[in-house]
């Protein structure tokens, strides 16, 4: 029931965000004004505040090197999975290889990590290398995306943090943390009242966008392969991994457990900035998030 507990709020606010857009409350416009949002203001503000406050001292190596190397694994086989079995633009894969790897560490890993793991302490790291690793290299192939002949520019990745809101936040929120810099009241309850409307705003962006779409004939093969990659292939490399390494047990149950999380709702976001990839991603999402808790459960017993 706990771990119930813990996914009943996104379903909830998913399901308002579908009701409001089915009803006419958002305007015709709505979900991608709230995608926007979140995008550009609240998803920010959110990144900074939790890598300001994150000490970067004292992380766990190996633990971290096996979930990295899940995740490596996993988005780099949706990736290539999305040329090679669905014929994907290249534009698309970027979000097809977030969909099946990039884990919804926020707020339904927050609440898990707490009722399996006890604590949040390897949580944040995993927040950590999605953020500054996992993340600019998807914007980076996204960005390419936009670029009308394709190509990979120095000087337009060079300026892709000050462009996107996402990477200089990221980036701000670490160099304050190294250099143990707070900042002034006032500016520090404005950014918490952002980051406090990103994960609703996303939630509800995402339930208004199921509204309307109508499924392609290959994207129950998609989803089929994306939830598999997802809630089986990821867990399982990094089980493998962590016994690799030699991980104890409390290391490898707080890897699995991560590795098993659904898909974030910050893939739907950036498909839906970006143009490409809406219905794989924002479907991707509710349905690993559905599934996942079978996962989760059956992690939690055989490791727990």
Aim: overall charge positive; hydrophobic content about 55%; some cysteine.
């Amino acid at each position: 029931m706990r771990l119930v507990s813990a996914f009943v709020p996104i379903w909830i606010l998913t399901a308002l965000g579908y009701a409001a857009c089915r009803w006419g409350l958002l305007g015709e416009t709505g979900a991608s004004v709230l995608g926007r949002f979140v995008f550009h203001l609240a998803m920010p503000s959110a990144l900074f505040l939790a890598l300001s406050r994150m000490p970067l001292s004292g992380l766990a190596g190996r633990s971290l090197l096996a979930f990295g190397v899940s995740t490596a694994a996993v988005v780099g086989l949706g990736w290539l999975g999305a040329s090679r079995l669905f014929g994907r633009e290249p534009g698309e894969r970027p979000i097809w290889g977030m969909a099946a790897g990039y884990v919804n560490s926020a707020n339904l890993g927050i609440p898990i990590a707490t009722q399996v793991l006890g604590d949040v302490a390897f949580l944040a790291e995993v927040v950590l290398l999605q953020v500054l690793v996992v993340t600019p290299v998807i914007l980076v192939a996204l960005d390419r995306h936009r670029d009308p002949a394709g190509r990979v520019r120095v000087r337009r990745i060079a300026s892709l943090p000050v462009r996107n809101p996402v990477i200089l936040a990221s980036l701000l929120g670490v160099a304050c943390s190294a250099a143990g810099l707070q900042l002034p009241s006032a500016a520090n309850a404005s950014l918490a009242l952002l980051s406090g409307a990103a994960v609703p705003a996303a939630l509800v962006a995402l339930g208004a966008s199921l509204h309307g779409t109508t499924p392609s004939r290959a994207e129950p093969a998609e989803l089929a392969v994306i939830t598999a990659l997802k809630l089986v292939v990821q867990p399982v490399i990094a089980y493998a991994a962590g016994l690799a390494m030699h991980l104890s047990a409390p290391q490898l149950l707080a890897v699995v457990v991560c590795a098993g999380l659904p898909t974030a709702q910050n893939t739907f976001i950036f498909a839906q900035e970006y143009g490409v990839g809406e219905t794989v991603a924002n479907r991707a999402v509710m349905v690993t998030t559905t599934l996942s808790l079978a996962t989760l459960a059956a992690v939690a017993a055989l490791l727990g």
